[in-house]
């Protein structure tokens, strides 16, 4: 952590110390002692940014040889530092605020959830974990058995680890949103099936996808209500959760999936929420999501015959595409947005025979826009 080891800068000003401070007398009227003009005593050194900040102690920002504890960090506690996490045994430990990075090294049977990381997560030489986690990056190296509910923005690596399960991240505290927005992370890039095992095994399998019913709370616990962690409000619960909760790349159960995608405006995310509550509630599945940034020509290229109408809308900011899967979906998000959504401005697949094409044409677009 470099800046828990900067030292003050010390100004050098040889020139100064050379000089002998000078003084002007005059006679004043009502005394016979001469007064000195201007300041004889010495001037105050100047405050420069670096002198006044706070000093940080590196304790705050790791957790090191616990066993059998419940520990963490509350919101507001690390605000976007690095942190820390090793040699623990046995313990829950909360992390609920964002950061910059955070390494897990040498645990054992610990439950661990972590708030939004801006960049890498990396657990090395850790077994028996179960953790949520919401990052950048995410990556394992010479880990045994870790599942894992997961939010992450590229492509998540395992080295030469075994055992690695994986589920779509499902979590929710009051400050959460913020915290992924102060991580520069979007709650529609999850890229948590997306696994890249950097060292496979022919004839093994080092990683595989959790059952879909599968629950956090049977793997991660609430915080002790004895603990210092009692005031957060946490839910677990699907339909709380800060990031959508997507099938991903499990099997489809449909022929028929549809592409929607909400063009940059005011209440473009609450929309795709919205949308989301909608057709799930029907007992349709949204399959995947990306909020991604667009050119005229990746328009022309994605939506087709339909360019010309969207090209000006892309200027506004990034869009948000979902697919979303079942029999009947076309016809059930044409009419919501025809019904729901009459002011916003959305693509929307026009049949379910080309719908197909919307999803492959965008979501390849957006992969190599995100380099996946």
Request: with cysteine; hydrophobic share 35%.
């Amino acid at each position: 952590m470099g800046c828990f080891f900067s030292k003050k800068s010390k100004r050098k000003s040889t020139e100064k110390e050379e000089r002998t401070p000078t003084t002007t007398t005059v006679e004043t009227t009502t005394t016979s002692n001469a007064v000195p003009l201007g300041n004889n005593t010495e001037e105050a050194p100047k405050q420069y940014s670096w002198d006044k900040r706070e000093k940080v102690d590196p304790k705050d920002y790791m957790l090191t040889g616990l066993k059998d504890v419940t520990v963490g960090r509350l919101p507001g506690k690390l605000n976007g530092q690095q942190f820390v996490i090793q040699e623990c045994e046995n313990c829950n430990i909360y992390v609920f605020d964002h950061s910059a990075t955070i390494t897990i090294d040498d645990c054992i049977n610990c439950r661990i959830v972590l708030g939004p990381v801006k960049g890498s997560v990396f657990f090395r030489d850790c077994k028996d974990i179960k953790c949520v986690v919401a990052c950048q990056q995410f990556r394992t190296r010479d880990c045994k058995k870790l599942e894992v509910f997961l939010c992450c923005a590229t492509q998540p690596i395992i080295e030469s680890s075994t055992g690695m399960k994986f589920g779509c991240f499902q979590y929710y505290y009051p400050e959460l949103a913020f915290h992924f927005k102060d991580a520069g992370l979007s709650i529609f890039n999850n890229n948590w099936s997306n696994i890249h095992d950097f060292t496979p095994v022919s004839g093994e399998n080092n990683w595989s996808l959790l059952p879909e019913a599968s629950a956090v709370l049977d793997f991660v616990p609430v915080p002790d209500p004895e603990s210092e962690f009692k005031s957060v409000r946490v839910s677990a619960d699907h339909d709380r959760s800060i990031v959508p909760l997507t099938k991903g790349g499990r099997r489809k159960d449909s022929d028929e999936s549809c592409l929607f995608v909400f063009f940059a405006g005011e209440y473009t995310t609450a929309n795709a929420r919205k949308l989301i509550d909608e057709l799930t509630a029907k007992g349709f599945v949204l399959v995947q999501t990306k909020e991604v940034s667009m050119r005229p020509e990746d328009v022309k290229r994605v939506f087709q015959n339909n360019a010309d109408d969207l090209v000006e809308w892309i200027t506004k900011g990034p869009v948000i595409a979902l697919e979303l899967n079942g029999d009947g979906v076309v016809e059930a998000c044409k009419n919501i947005a025809s019904e729901v959504f009459t002011g916003t401005k959305v693509f929307v697949s026009d049949n379910k025979n080309t719908s197909s094409r919307d999803v492959d044409n965008f979501f390849n677009f957006a992969d190599m826009q995100m380099g996946l």
